[in-house]
């Protein structure tokens, strides 16, 4: 059973940098191609895909938030990572990692989840 470990602050300033951690552990079925996915769910809206990582390294990215969003990996520690740029108000959500087995806002297509973490931006 793979698991997904959300780590980073709760606390954002505006205007600097998200940054949050998911370490995985327990590893996906050796034969299936996944994608290490970010999502997020304001407060009181729903899922919205921020984007994935591919096994290549390759990365997509919610059309929205494309210009500030990188996702990154660290293959040596299980790791991949999330840095979202220039956040504003609209930004507080509660963020989750997730495997996915596409690259999509499609959530039927997603099999693991972290337990989240409410992010809010200070004012």
């Known amino acids: 059973q793979v698991r997904l470990q959300e780590s980073g602050p709760g606390l954002v300033n505006p205007s600097q940098t998200l940054s949050l951690t998911c370490t995985v552990s327990g590893g996906p079925d050796a034969v299936t191609h996944y994608y290490w996915s970010w999502v997020r769910q304001p407060l009181g809206k729903g899922l919205e895909w921020v984007g994935s990582i591919a096994e290549t390294g390759d990365t997509y990215y919610s059309p929205s938030l494309k210009s500030r969003t990188t996702i990154s990996r660290d293959t040596s520690t299980n790791r991949f990572t999330l840095q979202l740029r220039s956040v504003r108000p609209e930004d507080a959500a509660t963020y989750y990692c997730?495997?996915?087995?596409?690259?999509?806002?499609?959530?039927?297509?997603?099999?693991?989840w972290s337990q989240g973490t409410r992010v809010t931006v200070s004012s």
């Open positions: 997730a495997r996915s087995w596409e690259a999509s806002g499609d959530f039927r297509k997603y099999d693991a």
